[in-house]
């Protein structure tokens, strides 16, 4: 009867249990309006991103061609069946939720309270508002499984204080769930296990006991990475490659993939921003200098190294592997680092002049965030109007009628809308994010998606899509139709669409 009572939850364990869940409900309420609030041009926009028009067209799941069969399982579920429907906004609002429990996990890691201030709210902002997760909010079906493999990386750290054997089974876990999930997540864990552990050594903790922290963390990851690579990882050839180069090539490849990164960061992000970074990394330092009780030059040493090993750590480990991903959406580990950088920089006590360097951050990342989804909304506006001029012209010419289904080939690309030329040349990032849906690269076979599924022309011709064997720009077939948007040309059962940008 003990053994009994002690695996089912006595009335005061369920009662403290909720006593827990209120205290989190107001701090993950306030967090999930703000990022809510946050992307809501990006909800307006209802802009089908990229893979959204192949998961739109025929309701597959797919995810597991890289691994993330959680992610698979968890959209049956949100789906309530395999066949994947258009749900949104549900997708990113949860996933809005989920990043807004990660947040509150860091504060509560870092801190040990309860409530959030103002400046810690901001503080974890640039975990979802950063331009790189903001591309994740943009899926309509991925955006609950990034989200989760966040929060998967710093789960664990909540449960470092209450044994070895509960953290490092956490640990675990937390890094299979981030691998069957999204795999660019993969740095969060080790860049957070790093900060904590220089600011427990600035705190005084004696050094083995940070040791065995460090221990077990890394058991923890290694255990996790190994059962996903020898149990569940299928190795992919397709964008990203899994491999490792030879050992010879390791160190050099591996310089050349972080450089790629921390350029892209570069040219990612405006000027101002990156001032307001660089202040924030200054106001980190100081903070921890200020309040060690180390010899200061060996506190600002620690915590500069632990500042530099931790920002490597945000790229994951994609910078070991053959072929590394560089879009956005690989790279929101770099958010997740700015986010724990600026919490552990305003939960210091008085240095008013470095919250408020936290504060501006979080409010260009939430502007920025208005203005990307606004341009998606343009993008898509004026994607409709060029897919439309097309078929207008298409019809008028009765190309697609009769029995025989032609071949249609298209080339070029409708090129951003407009009032990009308009836009400073250092918003780099936004051109990044913003996909162009109708072009002919065969490269990259999403840009005929909606002109060949959505207006129900399936039926009517077989387009080309990544097919390279047809290369009808080296035919000489004559002109249908020529304007300022297009050229249409067409012979037989041959039709190819010239776009103009």
Known sequence: MRQWNQVVPSGEMVAQWKRQAYKWLLPVGVLWALYALGISAILRADFNYIDDMGRITFGYQGWENFSRYLSNFLSTVLHTGRYLNDISPLPQLVAALVLAVAGVAVVRVVTGRERLSVWE?????????????????????????????????????????KGWLPYLVASVAGILVVCTTYQPATGIFPMFVILLSMRRWNQGEKVEEILRFVGISVAGYGIGLGVFRLFLMRVT??????????????????????????????????????????????????????????????????????????????????????GALYAPRAMYGFGVWLALVAVWTVTAQRAYWCKVVSLGLAWILFVFAFTYGNALALQKDYTDFRIEQVIDDLTEAHLLEGETVKTVQISGSIGLAPFFRNMPKDYNILQRLVPVQFNGDAGWGWGGYQFTYFYGLQDKMKWTGWDTSIQMTELDMPIVEDNIYHTIRAEGDYVLIELKG
């Open 121 to 161: 709210y901001a503080a974890v902002l640039p975990m979802g508002l950063s331009p790189y997760f903001l591309e994740c909010f943009s899926y309509k079906f991925d955006a609950p499984y990034m989200a989760l493999s966040v929060l998967a990386g710093v789960f664990p750290l909540l449960l470092y204080r």
């Open 237 to 322: 050839e397709e964008y990203v490659s899994g491999g490792i180069p030879a050992f010879s090539q390791l160190i050099p490849h591996t310089v050349e993939s972080f450089r790629t990164y921390f350029r892209l960061v570069y040219t990612d992000f405006r000027r101002e921003w990156l001032l307001v970074i660089l202040l924030l990394c200054a106001a980190f330092l100081y903070v921890q200098v200020r309040d060690s009780s180390r010899n200061k030059l060996g506190a600002l040493l620690v915590s500069g190294a632990a500042l530099g090993c931790s920002v490597l750590f945000s790229f994951g480990l994609y910078p070991v592997l053959e």
